[in-house]
């Protein structure tokens, strides 16, 4: 597994749980032991959900284009 594979999993993986679960678990009233944004005050929590999931889209694409270049 190459070093951009690595760095797009992690992403995806942070992107997924610090960005969609805080938002579904609202929803299905879950306490996920880490999605930290789920500790913020109630305006504050889904900004930051909606926020990781827009970096972790743009960090994705910046990562496969590099992943593209690079071979």
Do not use: C, Q
Request: proline fraction near 7%.
């Amino acid at each position: 597994m190459s070093t951009h594979d690595s760095a797009s999993a992690g992403v995806f993986l942070v992107g997924i749980y610090e960005g969609v679960l805080p938002l579904v678990s609202k929803v299905f009233d879950w306490h996920p032991f880490l999605a930290f944004p789920l500790r913020l005050p109630n305006p504050w929590w889904w900004i930051v959900s909606v926020a990781v999931i827009i970096v972790a889209v743009i960090a994705l694409d910046a990562i496969d284009k590099a992943k593209k270049r690079a071979a």
